[in-house]
């Protein structure tokens, strides 16, 4: 467990509930994927490094993406031209698996990915939503929010 999580739990403003929540997540990094194959990690651990330099919350945001697209879980509604989560995933990691082989060097990709985020393709929708889910995923552990001075899980009733 880390230090700022360690923080976060022995807070007396945050719940049992949230406290149980956030350890859930704790363990759920690393955890046996359902759905995507190794070479598809392989391809989202580029990605998300272009997208979240220099984080360690890589593994977190694979198994909870990983956990969405195996049990169908999401936002319940997608963008009309998207195909299902699944079948966008599967479709948009493929290409950009295919896109990353031939380009070798991060600055490679990082334009690459760039240069794709701002086209009116279905790629291009797949890497946005690749993004927002990172980032969204990112930032609902404690240890992100606390780097940008964030620590929103005081919600116990502290009474009058």
């Known amino acids: 467990m880390n230090a700022n999580l360690d923080f976060v739990l022995s807070d007396g403003a945050v719940s049992q509930c949230t406290k149980e929540v956030l350890l859930s997540k704790e363990r759920k990094a690393g955890s046996a994927l359902k759905f995507f194959s190794s070479k598809e990690v392989e391809t989202l651990e580029s990605a998300i490094g272009i997208f979240l330099p220099g984080k360690n919350s890589t593994s977190y945001i694979i198994s909870e993406l990983d ?42 990709r990082e334009s690459l990915i760039q240069e794709h985020l ?36 005081a919600d116990k009733d502290s009474g009058p």
Do not use: N
């Not at 509604?77 to 991060?106: A, I, N």
């Open 118 to 153: 701002g086209q009116q393709t279905l790629f291009a929708g797949f890497l946005g939503e690749l993004l927002v889910k990172a980032v969204e995923i990112h930032y609902s552990l404690p240890a992100s929010l606390l780097e940008i001075s964030c620590a929103p899980y």
């Open 67 to 108: 956990e969405e697209l195996a049990h169908g879980l999401g936002k319940g509604w997608r963008v009309g031209c998207f195909p299902e989560d699944k079948t966008l995933y599967q479709h948009g990691l493929k290409e950009l698996s295919e896109k990353f082989m031939l380009v070798k060097s991060r600055p490679e």
